[in-house]
Structure formats: C-alpha cells, structure tokens
C-alpha cells in the first residue's frame, strides 16, 4: 500500500492519478473529507481505502505492515493563515507524528516542504542544508514549513529514505477547490472567460515594473514525476528544491494563457492588498542542481508548454487528472 496524505487537495489527487497510471492502485488516501468541494478530485480513482486525518495514526499503528510509501502532502496551505496553532497542528505537529511513525515502521516518507521558507529571498534559493535555520520566511505559513524542515534535520532517529520538497509555484488541473491560493493561471483563465481581460497586481518594489515580477512556476506534472523518481530511487535523503530553476515573469504568465485560449491579450494592473504587500516575494527561482546531481534527468514543461496543455485540456475542457 502507498499512503497519500492531503489526498482529495491539488497535488496529492493528481499524485494518487499518476500512481493509478503505473498500476500502483491499493491507495490509502488520508484527507478531512468533510469537504465537498475537493470530492470530484478522486472520482474514478482506484483507490483501497479512506482514512480520514485525525484517525490515521490508528490506522497505522494497525496496517503498518503493508505500507510501502508515505507522500505526506497534507498541510494547511494557505499563505495568508495567520494563526499559528492552526499552522503548528497541522504543518508541524501532525508532521511529526508522520516521521516519527515513519521511523518506527521503518516507511520511506517524501513530505511537501514550500519555497515559502526562502521569504525575500536574502539567502538565495539554494536547498543547501546548512542555511535552512537562517531563512527568515515572511509568513507563518512559511514560518510553519521551515520549523518542520529545521527540526526533521536535527533528528537522529530518521526514516531510512526521507525527502523534503521545496514546492515553488505549482498550477496544473485540481487546483479550482483552493480559492483564493489557486494558481495565477487558473484565476486569469476565469478573468478572461468571465471579462475578456485579466488584472495583475501593480508592482510596489521599484525594482520591478508592473507585470515584471517573476516566479518559478512548475507545472504539477512535473512534480508528479519527481515524487514518482524518489520513490523508486530511495536514497540519497536530504531536502530538495522542486522548481524548474527558471523565473518567468508574471506578464508572460498572463500573455500565455491568452494565447492558450486564443484571445487578445487585454491586462490591467490592480494595487496589491496592504495585508500581503509587506510580505511579497518579488523573485524565486529554484536551484535544481541538486536534485538533478542524484539522477533526476527528465526535462521540466517549460511555462509555454505548461499554460497550453493546462488550459486546452483541462481548464477549457473541465477535465480532472
């Protein structure tokens, strides 16, 4: 059995289809289920059993036996949260309760760490171990992923295959449950059919001009293929970037995803909210030489290529991964 935590969210539905893709289908998916909005993300999935959060470590204790694979990617993923016994119960806690049964079972674990811990980037976005506890994120949300990556490096006892992933800006299909925190592509997709243009927030930083703020952004499919490498590969432990390792700015984002829909390209530029505008990240770009020095050889979706089949063979089409 491979277990997948957060599984009915983004990223860890569209991972529990990739493993159906390889026949890996005795699936026990870990979720708060109560939410009616993320169901459609399992339909039609082969999956073994549902076990919902809060029982899991039960369920554990009595199936360890036959787990293969822990992706905990169940988190509280919202930037903007600010309260931290929220983040400290779900992000790091519940985290540790993860590892520690991963220890004792001896369970290979891949969690989700985010490039949220890189804050304003002062550091540089380097997954170089020995700077992770001197990152200043500059939310609780990133706060929260940190604490977890500083305190999983001090442990002694330690899964015998262990991975962190530093998730830079992933958009792709099964993300239309996340609201606000879904991907800048999703949001212009809706913009545009809804009014035929799409507003970008106005740069603050004069560093940047409107539009020319930049992101790693990856597509999930990208990422559905790193996860499904460090499962087979098992080695090589440690906490690894997951980008493409090339900003794209936020303007050609949006002139891709016209083009995708085959629209004429109309933006406006918006303020940025005071509550985030302090705490912006203007530039993130991932290092990958890391992951790419351990085996990783498959070439990333550039952003073109990403936004196209995005928004023809889901967004255009409703389709689910």
Known sequence: MIVVTGAAGFIASC???????????????????????????????????????????DWLDENYEGVEFIFHLGARTDTTETNRDVLDLLNLNYSKKVWNACCEYQIPLVYASSAATYGAGTLGYDDDE????????????????????????????????????????????????????ASVIFHAYNQIMEKGR???????????????????????????????????????????????????????????????????????????PLTIRDNYQYFTEANMQKLRSIGYDKPFYTLEEGVKDYVQNYLMTGRQH
Not at 26 to 52: H, M, P, R, T, Y
Not at 224 to 229: A, D, G, K, R
Not at 245 to 270: K, P, S, V, W, Y
């Open 15 to 57: 991972l529990v289809g990739r493993l159906n893709e390889d026949n890996f289908n005795d699936i026990v998916v870990v979720d708060n289920f109560s939410v009616a909005k993320k169901e459609k993300n399992l339909e039609g999935k082969k999956i073994k059993e549902f076990v919902d959060r809060d029982n899991f470590f």
């Open 130 to 181: 020995s700077i992770i506890p001197l990152l200043q994120p500059l939310n609780p949300y990133g706060r929260s992923k940190n604490d977890f990556d500083i305190w999983a490096l001090e442990q002694t006892a330690k899964p015998f295959f262990w991975a962190g992933l530093k998730f830079f800006n992933v958009y792709g299909p099964n993300e239309y449950h996340k609201g606000k925190m």
């Open 198 to 272: 799409l507003a970008l927030f106005r740069s603050h930083n004069p560093e940047y001009a409107d539009g020319e703020q930049m992101r790693d952004f990856i597509y999930v499919k990208d990422v559905l293929e790193v996860c499904m490498f460090l499962m087979h590969h098992r080695k090589n432990s440690g906490i690894y970037n997951l980008g493409t390792g090339e900003a794209r700015t936020f303007m050609a984002l949006a002139l891709n995803t016209f083009d995708a829909m085959n629209a004429e390209a109309n933006i406006d530029f918006i303020d940025m």
